[in-house]
């Protein structure tokens, strides 16, 4: 049976530990970490399959629950033959990817790390992990929160109709809630980027804060099923939470960048 191939061997430097390798070992190395990668992703598709039929159940409690409040039939129900099937493959794909996504950014990792100094590659872990978790409590404000709040309002609407909701329509509505919440949770990380590379200060961030309310807001508006006020307030206030928290991030970047300048400088007149 035939196995990837192996990293080649890298020469450390002595004095930072950077790796020094050559073109033509950089691209085995590429080509080493992208199998295993793709592997991983593999791996987690299969798993994410054998339990889709499970994770969807989880997925769909709130849709029951905000069915059973509501005292209506709490099945869902689907339009097509295929309905079922497309659901437990999609929900497979989902799942798989997630659960490949660790082991595919430590092969990121592995690639990147080695032409890094000591201290960046504690930033990079850093800013993973904060980015992993950030995206996580997202997700989990999305399931916990903002998608039951957005289920109860959708299920008061009155009108002579009886609800029939359908399982794909659930799983792609759940999904833009869900997904848009862990990406705009990653706000903090964006801020730290912007100003790592000096394009945000604290002071531009806190004068503009009424201009970030207003792009939140139409943020919030966009990945809000609902047109009422209270569920889109639902959505912006971790989001001005997550802003205010940037203004912090970039504060904490700033005053390490001048203290570094501060040392560099004081190195440079001894």
């Not at 990792?109 to 950030?134: D, K, M, Q």
């Not at 569920?231 to 971790?238: D, G, K, N, R």
């Not at 205010?244 to 001894?270: D, F, N, P, T």
Request: with cysteine; hydrophobic share 55%.
């Amino acid at each position: 049976m035939s196995t990837l191939p192996e990293t080649p061997a890298r020469r450390e430097d002595e004095d930072d530990g950077t790796a020094r390798m050559s073109f033509f070992e950089h691209l085995v190395e590429l080509r080493t970490r992208i199998l295993r990668a793709l592997l991983y992703v593999g791996c987690g598709i299969v798993a994410g399959l054998l339990v889709s039929d499970k994770a969807y159940l989880f997925l769909a409690r709130p849709m029951v629950k905000a069915l059973d409040d509501a005292h209506v039939s709490d099945k869902l129900v689907y339009t097509s033959p295929m309905g079922p099937l497309t659901l437990y493959i999609t929900v497979g794909i989902y799942l798989g990817l997630v659960l490949a996504l660790p082991f595919v950014l430590h092969q990121i990792w592995l690639f990147v790390a080695p032409g890094l100094y000591r201290h960046e590659r504690r930033a990079v872990a850093s800013f993973i992990g904060f980015g992993t978790a950030l995206f996580l409590a997202g997700v989990a404000f999305g399931y916990y929160i903002a998608l039951p709040m957005t289920l109860r309002f959708l299920l008061s609407i009155p009108g002579p109709f009886t609800p029939m909701i359908s399982i794909n329509e659930y799983f792609d509505m759940s999904m833009v809630v869900l997904a848009g919440l862990g990406l705009v949770f990653q706000l903090p990380i964006l801020i730290f980027v912007l100003a790592l590379f000096g394009i945000v200060t604290p002071r531009f961030l806190w004068q503009n804060f009424r201009y970030a309310i207003l792009v939140i807001a139409i943020i919030a508006a966009a990945i809000t099923p609902t047109t009422d006020a209270l569920t889109m307030l639902v959505f912006m206030a971790p989001m001005i939470v997550l802003y205010l928290l940037g203004i912090g991030v970039a504060a904490v970047v700033v005053r390490g960048k001048r203290k570094r300048a501060e040392q560099l400088s004081g190195a440079g007149a001894a």
